[in-house]
């Protein structure tokens, strides 16, 4: 049996922040569609999530896959061509996940878009 490869992600950078607004830009219809329907019940948070990350996929996926190569320190062919036995697209989210740089972006992001709105609110 083949001994899994070792995933390691790199930090963040200011670079990021332009790339995941990109792919997030591409996807925002898609995910607050998803919202509107889980809030109004005609889906459950299994359904969402399962729906949220088919079409993130589908509408960034060259993106998203570029991006998780950079961050696993891959070329994008190099990433796309590996495995099971390899680095998996769902192992280097969970690295990322872990790691908890993407936390922080998104908590840096969502406070940023609250300062914002009370700005524009004046």
Aim: hydrophobic share 45%; proline share 1%; aromatic share 6%.
């Amino acid at each position: 049996m083949t001994e899994k490869a070792t995933i390691n992600v790199r930090n963040f950078n200011n670079g990021d922040v332009f790339t995941l607004g990109k792919i997030l830009a591409k996807t925002s219809r898609s995910i607050l569609a998803q919202i509107a329907l889980l809030s109004e019940g005609k889906l459950d948070i299994t359904e969402m999530g399962m729906t949220l990350f088919i079409n993130i996929l589908s509408e960034g996926g060259d993106d998203i896959s570029v991006w998780l190569a950079d961050m696993c320190g891959l070329t994008p062919e190099l990433f796309l061509a590996q495995d099971k036995d390899g680095v998996t697209v769902f192992d280097a989210i969970d690295a990322l996940i872990k790691k908890g740089d993407i936390k922080d972006f998104f908590g840096k992001a969502s406070a940023l878009v609250r300062a914002l709105s009370t700005l524009r609110a004046s």
